[in-house]
């Protein structure tokens, strides 16, 4: 179908337990960094201003409209920006590291924990940052995707799926604690939200979570009442979940 990236064999879009959730936060504010790398020989495609322009900045849809416009105005997703506690100033939500390795035929997990070192180096503990979104270059091995921390604050993308409005989207919702919305046997298969599959687009689909999801992140909390029928009779109008 068009528009809906299929995973091939040997492929994936993965999540995992991390050691240490924290910061599980769906509403207010979350300050977010984003690292570009330059290994040796190959970099992170995105310019550190195209990666911040298609998460935070001037497109009409980023990772920071998506998640405003979703949770109706209750969760905001800011790029980082100031004085890290290394001294380091880092501006439009993005720094970009060295790591002196190739990036060819390297495990996603080896050059996460690469990434990480070299990040951590250069601004001091990442803990300070409410999510850390980490480019790597291409070339890894098992033809990847994208993977976040369920409950936790970090998620690694192949390359420009970093910059990409579904993947962004999906993968902080594992970090919000969400798991992936399926059909019948498959994994991903569920369309009506950004939990199902990812999409090979920058600026779309304009796509929120399923209703049963955003119920879960709280964004309905003021929108809602129980009732029961031993209450007597209730007046009032529903109003669609979307």
């Known amino acids: 179908m068009d528009g809906v990236l299929s995973v091939p064999t040997g492929a994936s879009v993965q999540f ?4 240490g959730g924290r910061r599980l936060m769906t509403t207010g504010t979350q300050r977010v960094l984003m690292v570009r790398v330059k290994g040796f020989g190959t970099s992170s495609t995105g310019s550190m201003s195209e990666i911040a322009r298609n998460a ?15 949770s109706h105005g209750k969760l905001q997703i800011e790029p980082f920006e100031g004085v890290a506690d290394s001294g380091e100033v880092v501006e439009n939500g993005v720094i970009e590291v060295t790591v002196d390795r190739s990036f060819g035929g390297m495990s996603r997990y080896t050059a996460e924990d690469l990434i990480e070192s070299a990040a951590t180096r250069l601004v001091g503990s990442l803990t300070q940052f409410d999510k ?3 480019c790597v270059p291409p070339g890894t ?6 993977y976040a921390y369920v409950s936790s604050w970090l998620s690694v993308y192949n ?30 298969a569920d369309k009506t939200g950004m939990m199902g599959y990812s999409y090979d687009q ?3 689909p304009q796509m929120c979570f399923n209703p049963a999801k955003s119920w879960i992140l709280g ?6 009442m129980e009732w029961s029928p031993s209450s007597g009779t209730w007046y009032g109008n529903f109003v669609g979940v979307d």
Request: charge should be negative.
């Open 56 to 70: 935070f900045g001037t497109d009409a849809v980023t990772l920071k409209t998506q998640y405003d416009k979703c």
């Open 159 to 188: 390359d420009r799926w970093c910059e990409k409005l579904s993947t962004q989207v999906h993968e902080m919702g594992h970090n919000f604690g969400l798991g992936h919305s399926g059909k019948g046997s498959t994994a991903y």
């Open 16 to 19: 995992a337990a991390a050691p």
């Open 132 to 134: 850390v979104m980490l």
């Open 141 to 146: 091995a098992e033809g990847w995707i994208a």
């Open 202 to 204: 920058f600026n779309g």
């Open 219 to 224: 964004w309905y909390d003021d929108q809602n």
